[in-house]
Every structure is written in structure tokens, then in C-alpha cells.
């Protein structure tokens, strides 16, 4: 151990230094060492933020499913109603929302909300959120798709649901529920 210290000594104490060619070496192999580093910590990032994204996107999705599948299980005489071709509603009586009617769809700030239906058409001048705001992650989420359809024969209503993020995560889910409300059995 003596020697090698003592020749580590030597070497540090000669007037020789270090050769251009030995620093430019050097630099290059710390150069690649940081890009190689680099590359490595942006795709960990890119990767973080992929599996983080579509977990808030599956979290919320999970969240909403269950608001709506509750409310529908304890609503009350549902009907279809179509306010266009393209237009399908399921308006039914909420027991969680209040006495009327009402109606629940995608608002245009992409989340899903609950309006009135006022003299036989939906009163969308005061919707309510069915789930608070911060569900969305301050609008980075939003609901792409939303079905309800109700099969008057069995008392089941089908539920369909896609949301989305801006990185392009994306869930979907398809439930079918019955009401355990026995007056919504019978149209």
C-alpha cells in the first residue's frame, strides 16, 4: 500500500501534466457518459408520466362509474327520449338528486353533469357536476363517450363510458346495472 501511494506521489509531484490528446479523451468519455444519462433519465420520465396518466385516466373512469351505476340503481321511472337522430336521453327520476326529473350527459367542458327536465325538454342552464371538478385533474381529463341505455323489459340499464386525457390515455368501460327501485321496472 506504501508503494502504491508513494508512486501515486511521484506522478502528482512530476512536471509532466496531462497531454491534450489524454483531456480531450477524457471529455469525450464524460460527454457520451452524460448523453447516455440523459436519454436514460427522459425516457424514466416520459415512462412516469405515461403509467401516471393512464392511472388518473382508470382512477377517475372507476369513480365515475360508480356515481353513475349508484344513481341509476336507485333511480326511478325511466324513458328514452330523443331530442334528435342522433340524440338519445335517459331521463329518470333521481332519488339522490332532488324530486324531478332529470337527465345525464357530457357537458361541453367534457364532464359529466346532471340537468333538469323542465315542461317535457332537459333545462340545461343549471347543471350540477355529478362529481366534483378535481376528479378531472383541473381539465387535463375529460369524458369522450357517454351511452345510457335502459331495456325496459328486464329493468336494466346498460353504461358506457370513455375518458380520455390530453397525452392520449384513455379507459373505457361498459356496465350493465339494475334498478333496485322496483317502480322503475315498469316504464
Known amino acids: 500500500m506504501k508503494r502504491f501511494v508513494q508512486q501515486a506521489r511521484g506522478k502528482l509531484a512530476s512536471a509532466r501534466g496531462v497531454t491534450l490528446v489524454e483531456l480531450l479523451v477524457a471529455t469525450l468519455i464524460m ?14 420520465y416520459r415512462s412516469y408520466t405515461e403509467v401516471v396518466d393512464q392511472s388518473r385516466v382508470q382512477a377517475t373512469l372507476d369513480t365515475l362509474m360508480s356515481v353513475v351505476l349508484s344513481e341509476l340503481r336507485l333511480g326511478g321511472d325511466f324513458d328514452v327520449v330523443e331530442e334528435s337522430d342522433q340524440l338519445h336521453q335517459l331521463w329518470y327520476t333521481s332519488a ?4 324531478g326529473t ?29 362529481v366534483s371538478d378535481g376528479v378531472y385533474f383541473d381539465g387535463r381529463l375529460c369524458v369522450s363517450l357517454f351511452h345510457m341505455a335502459y331495456d325496459p323489459d328486464s329493468g336494466q340499464m346498460t353504461v358506457e363510458m370513455t375518458v380520455r386525457a390530453q397525452s392520449g390515455a384513455q379507459a373505457s368501460a ?13 316504464p
Do not use: H, K, Y
Open 31 to 44: 460527454g457520451f457518459i452524460s448523453v447516455v444519462a440523459m436519454v436514460g433519465m427522459t425516457l424514466a
Open 102 to 130: 332529470v337527465s345525464m350527459e357530457v357537458g361541453a367542458a367534457g364532464t359529466l353533469q346532471i340537468n333538469d327536465v323542465v315542461s317535457g325538454s332537459v333545462d340545461r342552464s343549471n347543471p350540477r357536476e355529478v
Open 96 to 99: 339522490t338528486r332532488g324530486a
Open 174 to 186: 361498459r356496465c350493465v346495472v339494475a334498478c333496485l327501485n322496483g317502480s322503475a321496472a315498469a
